[in-house]
């Protein structure tokens, strides 16, 4: 029923970002013109252009590669570990200062929600940085050796999700190392990335110690490809994964690849009931549902299973979706026109395959991409609802009888990315955490990133870890 | 005719606040070549009571605190530090003796150092704590948590770097201090005290008493409510550095003894001179359903 | 949507009816987890809430506060000026609304009715009492039921009780619950409407989130009109978390029993941004439903000042003073 209380609209101002009409890619410290085809970067929510983005062709591939190893043989690799610390630290502190700035650009680019973009992904991207900061001067208390080494040049290609915090999930850790970086950002989302740069001018970053090119995917394989870089980080699709893990096969690059996934959020009868039903929401509605590590698929205990969905249905239906730029938006819009397609293209499997579908009445805008929060009941481990990441707003709700059998069926997938588990009782948190065959356990709680809280995969969901003490052995030898 | 210059008071800070001392005592502090420079207060024994009380209090807040807001606001004290970078190069070299090169040495490698210790805020629990494979179906874990109020006699040569090397390494992991200055060399760390004022650090954190570790630190070493106690400013004299050790045992206090002679601070420190002052707790749960 | 009962639900005489039941069923409710209940608390407390609807809320608020004291010193000539204030909270603007209640001691209670006007249950300012030796609670059965029906004698429209904190803790929940129905049944009048019962839990000592959702049930069985957070003498008094948990259980005794019981944070309330943040927790915990002065209530002095303030800079744009504003 509508409320007599109707919040008005809370516009965060566009004002503080300067997108220019277009950019170069950034290389060797300063930014230069590409030889792709350029592109366009437009707002998810209204569709309006942004800017237009230079593309990086196998030369301008080269040129940055070439600049990250100039820079690490004359200066990075040379340069005392205290001394790194103190670039990283000052690129903390103006993340900090630019923090708001960063936010309304990254709500503009990707879609999501300012209220997020601001009080979740800016201040854990600085915090990373400041984490980060610390290691460069102790490496040798890692407990990877007395003397860690960098690997040299790092090639890291990035998804849209989490524009600014997947580069700062790459970029903290190689440098801290003593690596120097390729980055290119994903081609929906690289304002962000392009502000960074200009931190890193602001920081006397010295050139070439990070590079970012903008570009689609054959931006992304020629850097992977490239022989003159030692490390591939990627983060994206495990189909991709998978092709980037053949390609590097047979030569000395190392690689870290952290993939998709399809999390079990495992609720039992005995748990918090209002906070389980805050982390199914957070696990699967947060960020639009473009998580790698969502909890897509609500396991729930046959026994409470039809109480819990009136709950979480209540719940949904005080979701806001809109303007991402409003400060009371819950839900914002989807990244691209394709990923909508997908989404759409998923649920109508779900309906056919004879799922129940239930969504949050709301009223979609006309221009831009939106999809309502929705679930889908009724599904079993069969249904490809149950298997594929949807990788959007898109619950699917299962149910289960015993701990034994919540353990099968979440473990049932080719992924292993992270798992939620929701009871009053410590030794079971224990006893499904150890048990769970998922890089992440959450135990009552849902979604939560620290820099100093190692993140990664099992199986299909990739390898290696970001975060954390772990973290630093993707970048070391 | 040239400008007269408005003299500095140098007092003690306690709680946040810069009183004098409770004696109303003062003593002469002269530069390395004997000029008199100032009159510095003469921390006493009620001085030292006060303080411990003040750390008491502010243990609790700053111990749980998020050891990210404990990093921060270590770098913020050294962003500070090089702001005032002349002022403590001035101070140095005029405590020690120092030509300007060494002077600025000496700061950079203070500020530096504090840089180094706001890094270990979120990592030492990394390094030093972990999880144990017990013969059992439970979950067991190792965490280092901080002991509580240390006394600190800080180095008597060395006036900044030794100082925050002695303060640094208590601090970051969340314990709370009272630390007694060099005799001599007291005014870097006053300056220095001014700066954790104005740098985000929660009053009571860090108690600084200008004064004698010969005199203060058996009121320390004996103080019931003190927790752990480092003997590093009473370094060469072992018949003190052997009476406080006793004194500690009355309520079994980690003592860091004095070395023998005033160490090299520019060394890397390692890990001891925070773990030293640590708890290590283990917590054993079952797993099961 | 039926009323609140006269006495307590008989839809729970199983769980109520021994020692050893009612634990069991207290005990039986899902958990509370704190730190989740403190950040869904917290990220409503983000809400941006503007331009129409904050007008909306400052009005809404204002209707909502029971104008309260509840001083050892108070006299005649204070509960006169409070009253006064709460029919009329800003004299320069006839179209500011009154609050919903003033609260005093139950000695107080005919002084504030002569001010007032009107008799129990019209739809006017209302007199609140709290009673059952207010504020800590620790008297005999005897002496707090009479301290309760003196009040309701002089013509309290409401009764605010506390709860038998010692009980509560060592487990006694039974002779909690049974108090409570007592004060209730003292609350009943022969001629003219009952008085409503208010039942105070002192979140802060109870200290417990589930303690506060076993509480809210307990005194929802036995029949409370409303459940309130504290006596405001004790900190912390009303939080936003806690009152979030009392927020989903009436929201869910309703779900199950149909009967609608109100809420009221108390004390620590102190400006209309913080009365704004329990508004919209109301709003997206409890639901519209509550969005009423009948079921959801502040508890506050100072902060009826600062709802007029930012009231008046709505309307003229500018911001104000105490000055401009009459201390009661």
């Known amino acids: 029923m509508p409320s007599p209380f109707e919040y008005a609209p809370a516009p965060e101002s566009r004002s503080i970002v300067d997108i220019r009409p277009s950019y170069g890619l950034f290389v060797n410290g300063e930014f230069v013109d590409g030889h792709g085809t350029s592109f366009k970067t437009i707002s998810p929510a209204t569709e309006e252009v942004l800017a237009e983005i230079a593309a990086a062709d196998d030369a301008d591939v080269d040129a940055a590669v070439r600049a990250a190893r100039k820079a690490y043989d004359k200066v990075w690799s040379r340069m005392p570990g205290r001394e790194r610390a103190k670039y990283l630290y000052r690129i903390a502190r103006i993340i900090q200062e630019r923090s708001r700035e960063l936010a309304v650009l990254e709500s503009i680019d990707n879609g999501k929600p300012i209220k997020e973009s601001r009080d979740v992904d800016v201040p854990t991207v600085a915090a990373h940085f400041f984490y980060y900061a610390g290691w460069a001067d102790k490496l040798g208390y890692a407990g990877f050796g007395a003397d860690p080494q960098p690997l040299g040049v790092a090639g890291q290609v990035i998804p849209w999700n989490f524009p600014l915090l997947m580069l700062a999930w790459k970029i903290a850790p190689a440098l801290a190392c003593g690596n120097t970086v390729v980055l290119k950002p994903a081609e929906t989302t690289p304002l962000t990335a392009l502000l960074f740069a200009e931190i890193c001018q602001q920081a006397d970053l010295p050139p070439g110690v990070v590079n970012i090119i903008t570009g689609a995917g054959d931006t992304g394989q020629a850097l992977v490809a490239h022989p003159g870089i030692d490390k591939v980080a990627f983060t994206g699709s495990t189909e991709v994964g998978k092709a980037i893990a053949r390609s590097v096969a047979g030569t000395d690059k190392r690689v870290t690849l952290e993939l998709g996934g399809k999390a079990a959020n495992i609720v039992f009868d005995d748990a918090p009931v209002d906070q389980a039903v805050e982390g199914i929401v957070d696990g699967i509605f947060f960020n639009q549902g473009h998580v790698c590590c969502a909890g897509s698929r609500l396991l729930v205990q046959e026994s409470i299973a039809d109480e819990l969905l009136a709950r979480l249905k209540r719940r949904m239906s005080t979701l806001r979706m809109g303007d991402p730029l409003d400060k009371n938006t819950d839900i914002g819009a989807i990244n691209s026109g394709e990923q909508l397609a997908r989404i759409r293209e998923l649920s109508e499997v779900g309906d056919a395959e004879g799922a129940e579908r239930w969504e949050v009445a709301c009223d979609l805008p006309t221009k831009g991409f939106w999809f309502p929060p929705t679930l889908f009941t009724g599904v079993t481990q069969a249904h490809r609802i149950a298997r594929e990441e949807v990788f959007g707003p898109v619950l699917s709700v299962l149910t289960f009888r015993t701990p034994a059998e919540a353990v099968e069926k979440a473990n049932n997938t080719p992924y292993g990315l992270s798992a939620g588990v929701w009871t009053d009782k410590g030794s079971l948190i224990l006893s499904m955490a150890s048990k769970l065959r998922a890089g992440v356990v959450w135990a009552n709680t849902f979604n939560k990133f620290d820099p100093t809280s190692p993140f990664g995969g099992y199986k299909e969901s990739g390898y290696g870890r970001e975060g954390g003490r772990h973290g630093l052995e993707a970048y070391i030898r | 005719m040239s400008r007269i210059d408005v003299r500095k008071t140098y007092k003690l800070y306690i709680g946040g606040a810069f009183p004098r001392s409770e004696s109303g005592y003062s003593y002469e502090v002269t530069d390395s070549k004997g000029a008199f420079v100032a009159n510095a207060a003469l921390a006493s024994r009620k001085d030292a009571r006060d303080a411990v009380v003040a750390a008491r209090k502010a243990f609790g807040g700053w111990s749980g605190r998020t050891a990210y807001n404990r990093a921060q606001i270590l770098y913020r004290i050294a962003e500070v530090m090089e702001d005032r970078r002349p002022q403590f190069v001035q101070a140095v070299a005029q405590s020690e003796g120092l030509t300007a090169s060494k002077a600025d040495q000496a700061v950079d490698a203070a500020i530096d150092r504090l840089v180094w210790y706001a890094g270990w805020a979120d990592k030492i629990t990394q390094v030093v704590g972990n999880a144990n494979p017990v013969a059992g179906p439970f979950f067991n874990l190792s965490t280092p948590e901080p002991t509580g109020v240390v006394a600190v006699l800080a180095p008597q040569g060395s006036s900044l770097l030794g100082l925050v090397s002695v303060v640094a390494p208590v601090v970051v992991t969340g314990n709370t201090v009272v630390v007694v200055s060099s005799y001599d060399r007291p005014l870097p760390a006053v300056t220095f005290a001014e700066v954790l004022a104005t740098s985000d650090v929660p009053g009571g954190v860090v108690n600084l008493l200008t004064g004698s570790a010969a005199t203060i630190g058996p009121w320390l070493a004996s103080h019931m409510d003190v927790n752990a106690i480092d003997l590093t400013g009473i370094a060469g004299d072992p018949a003190l550095a052997t009476d406080l050790e006793v004194a500690a045992a009355d309520n079994l206090k980690r003592v860091r003894r004095a070395p023998a002679a005033e160490p090299d601070w520019t060394l890397d420190p390692g890990t001891e001179p925070m773990t030293a002052f640590l708890e290590t707790k283990t917590v054993w749960h079952p797993i099961g359903v | ?328």
Not at chain 3, 31 to 49: C, F, K, N, P, Y
Not at chain 3, 109 to 115: F, Q
């Open chain 3, 1 to 328: 949507m039926s009323s609140s009962p006269t006495i307590a639900d008989p839809g729970f005489d199983d769980v109520t009816r021994s020692e050893a039941s009612l634990p069991r069923f207290l005990h039986g409710l899902p958990g509370v987890d704190q730190v989740g209940a403190e950040a869904r608390a917290a990220g409503l407390g983000t809400r941006s809430i503007k331009t129409t609807a904050k007008a909306y809320a400052l009005d809404l608020a204002i209707r909502m506060v029971d104008l309260t004291t509840l001083e050892g010193q108070d006299t005649p000539g204070k509960v006169r000026a409070l009253a006064a204030k709460a029919m009329r909270p800003d004299p320069a603007d006839p179209s500011c609304p009154p609050v919903a209640a003033v609260c005093v001691y139950a000695d107080m209670v005919a002084t504030a009715r002569e001010t007032l006007g009107g008799s129990p249950g019209d739809s006017r300012v209302h007199v609140a009492a709290v009673a059952t030796a207010f504020p800590s609670g620790r008297a005999a059965l005897d002496i707090k039921l009479a301290d309760t029906r003196d009040a309701v004698e002089a013509g309290a429209d409401e009764i605010d009780m506390v709860i038998d904190r010692g009980a509560f803790l060592s487990g006694r929940y039974l002779q909690v619950f049974d108090e409570i129905v007592a004060v209730k049944q003292a609350c009943v009048r022969d001629s003219g409407p009952d008085a409503h019962l208010k039942v105070i839990f002192e979140t802060g000592e109870l200290q417990t989130y589930d303690n506060v959702r076993r509480a809210s049930w307990l005194a929802m069985m036995a029949g409370a009109d409303f459940i309130k957070t504290s006596t405001g003498k004790v900190q912390p008094a009303a939080t936003l978390p806690v009152t979030m948990v009392m927020l989903e259980a009436v929201r869910d005794f309703r779900e199950q029993t149909g009967t609608v019981i109100g809420v009221k944070p108390a004390g620590g309330i102190r400006t209309a941004k913080d009365a704004i943040k329990y508004l919209v927790m109301v709003n997206e915990v409890a639901g519209p439903d509550w969005l009423d002065p009948e079921r959801f209530r502040f508890g506050a002095s100072t902060l009826l000042n600062d709802l007029l303030m930012q009231r008046t800079k709505m309307t003229t744009g500018r911001y104000s003073g105490p000055d401009y504003f009459t201390l009661d």
